[in-house]
């Protein structure tokens, strides 16, 4: 280093004259700015009981058979809680309210005070977002920013848009006078269970239903501080019935006589078993099923916001999410580039603590998924393909796992055709747009799709021949209440968001 | 060494939004505790601490070295910052003024800040400045002949003025608050790389908008694709409208996840401000002391 | 001309734009309200579903990709055709011991039907798509899409009408179908393969087969590449094996029993957008 007096030029690797900084020595003393310091999110005066029962009726209920079952923190492997087990007769429970509730309240009230009581929900939900964020975070594993960040807003913004549809139904159906459907009978997964809270029991009370709803049995917190909430709106009792179950506590209530309609999400072969044994009933249902999203990459795409849009697609939400962009299909021309840059990024992805603010991607959510995944890890590499892990460090605790890519796979390989639900994404080229296009298309899924090109015909066209239900152009994983989201084909039946969203839930007597 | 070829004609797509939605994320990071600390005396150590007005004077410019030496006495132990930027007239007093200390002084060229004026008048300019002592020259493109789509000779005049540098480092003003779109500040940041800038820089401070957060980024992406393409390193200055502390750990940010650890150093990153340097005092200060400054206590030149 | 010979009518299929007989050469005997029969109509098997059912997939593409318009076109066209062909379909409507005045009622009110369809293809995108303004900036609109190929399985009163009112809305909306003909009566549904044919449908996009239900019902519903099954015949029976097999492959299954399908009623967009599928498009603004 030279003496600090002035100019005394070095020349740099490059070959060109590198200026001397007086501080260029002093990089190691900042190089704790480099390990960002842990961040975490205080979990201090959130509340979490060390037992939950059955919301029913407006009140908390003792499960019927008095049985209850634990739930951990999946990037802790601590117990947070224990949960009711949802028999029948609990959920038998839950429908007479439900049913009464409709009869005598919910079907009487106008729409404008229907309205009002589902504002009132959005508002609280607003009012609590810290601690259900904090909550969501804790009982699921998704980072603390995710819930914080897209979660928990969102599950609000459902609610305060659907408030204000109770009212106006008369202008959502042309010539049409839309009825409720009765009595519905909603099952949830764990990926976003707030979220998917809200996609489910907003439409539903705003086109004048009232509901039993059944959590996963992974994630049933948030569902529970729901309960609170409708209780603190003063929500007409019966109107929403939560009962927190397993399988079989969703498969009564999907069998159960005096329920009017199905909302089901999940994967798409409970789908078909539910799908199945609503046979021959007169019981409405929608499907929100799984995917294999295709996120298609031309040649002219802008390349770095496309490689944010391909890990955002897979990685986000530790992949567990139904529309995940899991299949990159780039262009030839920019494999190679494409490719390179998406590995560099991966390598910066944090994966940690869920609860720690600079978390990208957080825990998997259960010790059966993560198993699952991994199987399909090991599946892709003896089928083959190569692969490429991120060389973010995971903790020691919990279950966690690399952000992964496997190239040289075929539209046949089974990691390429299979949902795996996990950060594994698999890479294919193609040489021609109608390459892309078929080999998107050659799925029996059809959730949601990608598209990455600056040419706006383009845009257009992929967007037509590709059969999915979302089609994000230049963008991947966007959510809104005014936006109808759904599948084609086996990724399900019906939409839920904006207005098409009412439509599983009224009865327009055709 | 050669400059690496440079294509006029190549285009390179960006959409805005998704960078606007990567710095927004990019935003989110929370910096706490020893990271904050050692982040916020980083960035001091890449101030470019600057006067640039036509009613500066000798006294203005003495107290602003004196400044950018001991940033602030009770605090001995920081970093000075890393340059004070001056008209060329002004040049002399600076040097005269930091003599001794290991803070530069670069100095501003070719008719700043609007660059309307010919080609041999610039170069005489930059001359001077580089004879007067300056270590680095921050000169600013032509941006009526970029917006015109003449690439080849705004090209030609960074080559020019490179060469006129001799051994001063050369900044390339890109005045990116009039080319308007990231694809056009791409684009200059290319043709300035190719045509051998030693940094690129966002703006003279005397346009709205000057530096922000999507434009740094787009200037970072530039940069390591000309690393990679190359293995040449070049720096990033972003200059003006950055006043907060808070501010500047973002930008550093950026640069973390954008181009790594390598340009986390005042040789390949700096910030063009003034009033920055009191604010990141005042949370350095806040930092070990548990209590909010004020700025009564830190001198405001 | 005194004692001349009529020429009997030979019903086949209408599979692909064409008319072929069943694969199997079965055929069985339709027989009036005096149990004389009057005709033989193919008795198709699952063979004939399964080359219905590609005949449809092969149309569904140009079909999809038909401006709005000219589908509004053709189907207009079918309603000309059969308003020409009035006199044949009452024939086939009284053969079996209808009375004529209701033949007639019914072969108008298919017409009118067919035009009321026409009329609809173009709006579909206008009252059923949204423009959705989301709260980051994206442009956001959702457009209906034609859900694939529909299975419709007819019933047996209103023997023309049923099946004009089951079928046009299905390919109003750019669905190609598979459609079994009522069993008992399915001469009007045949020969309606007569007009579809002359109104320029492209060949497959209406594909209709006659024949013993119970031998066709189970492999169409149960089939995986159509998409949504329609289902007319009331049998409660055979709704849950429809909606047993329908779950399978995640299909779409509509049970629509009209109290009478005469009534205006029957005439309803919202039996196009039962069959329709939406897509919502996301992209950037920015500069």
């Known amino acids: 280093m030279s003496e600090k007096t002035g100019t005394n030029i070095t020349k740099a690797a490059n070959g060109s004259p590198k200026p001397s900084s007086p501080n260029s020595d002093l990089k190691n003393e900042f190089a704790a700015f480099l390990n960002y310091a842990p961040a975490p999110e205080s979990s201090e005066h959130i509340e979490i009981k060390d037992r939950y029962q059955h919301f029913i009726d407006g009140d908390f209920t003792e499960p019927v058979k008095n049985r209850y079952f634990k739930s951990i923190n999946p990037a802790t492997e601590a117990v947070l809680s224990e949960f009711a087990e949802g028999t029948s007769e609990d959920v038998d429970a839950a429908v007479k309210a439900a049913r009464k509730a409709y009869d005598k309240q919910w079907s009487v009230l106008s729409g404008k005070e229907r309205g009002k009581y589902i504002f009132r929900i959005a508002r609280m939900i607003q009012e609590r977002s810290r601690e259900l964020a904090i909550t969501e975070t804790m009982d699921g594993g998704k980072p603390i920013r995710e819930s914080r960040d897209v979660d928990v807003p969102l599950a609000a913004a459902y609610f305060f848009y659907y408030a204000g549809w109770a009212d106006k139904l008369k202008y959502a159906f042309p010539g049409k006078t839309p009825v409720p459907v009765g009595v519905c009978g909603q099952i949830i997964p764990w990926n976003f269970p707030l979220l998917m809270l809200s996609w489910k029991i907003a439409p539903a009370l705003a086109a004048g239903n009232t509901v039993v709803l059944k959590p996963a049995e992974t994630t049933p917190l948030t569902a529970l501080k729901f309960a609170e909430i409708c209780r603190d709106a003063g929500l007409p009792k019966g109107v929403v019935n939560i009962v927190t179950g397993a399988g079989q506590t969703g498969a009564a209530l999907v069998d159960h006589p005096d329920v009017d309609k199905i909302a089901f999400t999940g994967s798409t072969e409970v789908g078909k078993i539910i799908q199945k044994s609503l046979a021959g009933t007169s019981k409405k249902y929608s499907l929100e099923l799984g995917g294999k999203g295709p996120n298609i990459v031309y040649d002219d795409a802008p390349v770095d916001q496309a490689v944010e849009g391909v890990i955002n697609a897979i990685f986000f939400n530790q992949g567990h999410v139904c529309c995940a962009g899991s299949r990159l299909l780039v262009q030839e021309g920019i494999a190679e580039k494409l490719i390179e840059k998406l590995k560099a990024r991966m390598d910066s992805l944090i994966v940690g603590d869920p609860l720690d603010k600079n978390t990208d991607i957080g825990a998997i959510n259960s010790k059966m998924q993560f198993e699952k995944i991994e199987k399909y890890i090991e599946i892709g590499k003896n089928e083959g393909a190569e692969f490429y892990q991120s060389s973010s460090e995971l903790p020691s605790n919990g279950f966690f796992c690399k952000p992964t890519i496997f190239t040289g796979v075929s539209q046949s390989n089974r990691i390429v055709q299979e949902e795996i639900f996990g950060p594994v994404l698999t890479i294919q080229t193609f040489r021609t747009p109608q390459e892309a296009i078929e080999k998107a298309n050659n799925t029996p899924y059809g959730l949601a799709s990608g598209v990455w090109t600056d040419k706006g015909s383009k845009i257009f066209e992929t967007g037509k021949s590709v059969r999915s239900g979302v089609m994000w152009s230049n963008t991947y994983n966007k959510f809104d209440p005014t936006s109808p989201f759904g599948g084609y084909k086996e990724s399900g039946i019906g939409r839920e968001g904006g207005l098409h969203g009412l439509y599983p839930y009224v009865n327009l007597g055709h | 060494m050669s400059n690496p070829v440079y294509d006029f004609n190549e285009i390179i797509p960006i959409d805005s939004i998704g960078v606007k939605e990567r710095v927004s994320r990019l935003n989110s990071r929370s910096i706490k505790k020893e990271s904050k600390v050692a982040g916020l005396k980083l960035a001091l150590s890449m101030i470019d601490h600057t006067t640039l007005e036509g009613k500066d004077s000798k006294g203005k410019v003495e107290q602003l070295c004196s400044k950018a030496k001991m940033p602030y006495s009770p605090m001995p132990d920081l970093p000075s910052v890393a340059a004070v930027c001056v008209y060329p007239s002004m040049i002399a007093i600076a040097k005269n003024a930091l003599r001794g200390s290991s803070v530069k002084v670069a100095s501003v060229a070719t008719s700043f800040p609007s660059g309307m004026s010919k ?70 940041s290319d043709l300035a790389m190719h045509a051998g800038a030693d940094f690129i820089k966002t703006s003279t401070g005397k346009v709205t908008p000057a530096a922000t957060q999507p434009v740094t980024l787009v200037m970072l992406e530039a940069i390591r694709d000309f690393h990679s393409k190359t293995g040449r390193m070049i720096g990033m200055k972003p200059a003006g409208g950055i006043r907060k502390a808070k501010e500047a750990l973002q930008y550093l940010v950026l640069v973390k996840e954008t181009l790594g650890a390598d340009w986390l150093t005042a040789d390949y990153f700096r910030f063009g401000a003034s009033s920055l340097t009191n604010d990141i005092l005042l949370q350095i200060v806040k930092q070990k002391s548990g209590v909010y400054q004020s700025l009564n206590y830190f001198s405001n030149d | ?97 209808g009375k004529e005045k209701q033949a007639l009622h019914e072969v108008e009110a298919s017409i009118d039907r067919f035009i009321y369809y026409a009329g609809w293809t173009d709006k579909i995108a206008q009252v059923f798509g949204t423009i959705n303004p989301v709260a980051s900036p994206h442009f956001n609109f959702s457009s209906p899409e034609p859900t694939g190929i529909v299975g419709v399985i007819s019933p047996e009163d209103h023997p023309l009408l049923s099946v004009v009112s089951l079928m046009a809305p299905v390919i109003a909306g750019g669905n190609t179908c598979v459609l079994l003909a009522p069993q008992f009566n399915p001469l009007p549904a045949v020969s309606l393969g007569e007009v579809l044919q002359s109104s320029d449908l492209p060949g497959g996009v209406v594909n209709i087969l006659s024949g013993y239900h119970n031998e066709m019902t189970d492999h169409l519903t149960s089939h995986m590449d159509v998409n949504a099954i329609l289902n007319a015949s009331g049998d409660k029976s055979l709704r849950k094996l429809y909606d047993e097999n329908g779950s399978i492959s995640v299909k779409r299954v509509k049970h629509y029993v009209p109290e009478n399908w005469l009534s205006e009623s029957v005439e309803d967009p919202y039996l196009i957008q039962e069959f329709m599928e939406i897509k919502t498009t996301w992209h950037p603004v920015g500069m």
Not at chain 3, 23 to 49: H, L
Not at chain 3, 78 to 87: A, C, I
Request: glycine share 8%.
């Open chain 2, 119 to 188: 080609l041999s008048i610039k170069l005489e300019e930059t001359r001077y400045a580089v004879e007067e002592g300056a270590d680095e020259i921050d000169m600013v493109i032509s941006r009526g002949e970029f917006l015109k789509g003449n690439f080849s000779y705004v090209f030609d005049e960074i080559a020019a003025v490179k060469e006129a540098c001799g051994e001063a480092h050369l900044k390339v003003i890109l005045e990116t608050g009039e080319l308007e779109t990231l694809e056009n500040v791409r684009k200059a």
């Open chain 3, 1 to 97: 001309m005194p004692n001349r010979v009529p020429v009997l009518k030979t019903y086949k299929t209408y599979v692909g734009g064409k008319f072929p007989r069943s694969e199997s050469g079965r055929t069985y005997a339709i027989k009036n309200n005096k149990d004389k029969p009057v005709a033989n109509a193919c008795r198709c098997t699952r063979k004939d579903v399964r080359d219905a059912v590609l005949a449809a997939k092969s149309a569904f593409g140009g079909w999809q990709n038909r401006s709005a318009y000219n589908r509004g076109q053709i189907l207009y066209r079918m309603g000309e055709m059969l308003e020409g062909r009035k006199t044949q379909f009452i024939e086939e409507l009284t053969a079996r011991g």
